[in-house]
């Protein structure tokens, strides 16, 4: 869209992207479930390829599909994007409609999340693992050992096996 500015976000999930296609290693997602129910709340949405900055969006979005009425608008982001929350969310953080929660329910946190420069919550037990250009780097300048290094190493390694 001419004039459009672009988003950290967005150019952070490009470089993620990029990141990933240079070294072949993709995000891994670590941890597990607190339960505390933030992905619930404060959260944004996306339709269309696009994270939902207009109410007329999102009404259309709930004209199209009904299941996202459960979603109320509680305020914007720094990049003005709406920002939402459930309220199918109990007051025990569990899910009260959790056998038909919604797909991106069924699927956070994702990968794909992470590769459109999303975060996870600080308080979230999940988190992502991304192999770093400097951890490439110092892999790298461990595997070109000096040769006489290399020949101890070997020797050492062969001394293990005799043992
Ligand atoms: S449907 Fe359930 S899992 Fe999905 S946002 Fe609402 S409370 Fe959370
Ligand atoms: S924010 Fe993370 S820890 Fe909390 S309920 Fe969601 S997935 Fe679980």
Do not use: H
Not at 68 to 77: H, K, L, N, P
Not at 112 to 120: A, M, R, T, V
């Amino acid at each position: 869209m001419p004039g459009r500015v672009l988003s950290p976000m967005f150019w952070r999930g490009l470089f993620r992207r990029f990141r990933s296609t240079v070294l072949r290693s993709e995000v891994r997602i670590v941890g597990r479930c607190r339960c505390c129910g933030n992905c619930c709340r404060e959260i944004m949405i996306r339709c269309d390829g696009r994270w939902i900055s207009s109410r007329r969006r999102f009404t259309r979005l709930c004209r199209d599909e009904p299941d996202y009425e459960r979603f109320e608008i509680t305020g914007r982001d720094e990049e003005n994007r709406l920002m939402f929350s459930c309220t199918f969310l109990g007051r025990d953080n569990f899910c009260k409609d959790y056998d038909f929660r919604l797909p991106m329910c069924r699927a956070y946190p994702s990968k794909i999340l992470y590769y459109q420069g999303g975060d996870l919550g600080a308080d979230c037990g999940f988190s992502y693992k991304a192999k770093r250009f400097r951890d490439a780097w110092k892999r790298r300048k461990q595997g070109t050992l000096p040769f006489s290094q290399t020949l101890e190493q070997a020797r050492r390694t062969q001394d293990r096996k005799d043992s």
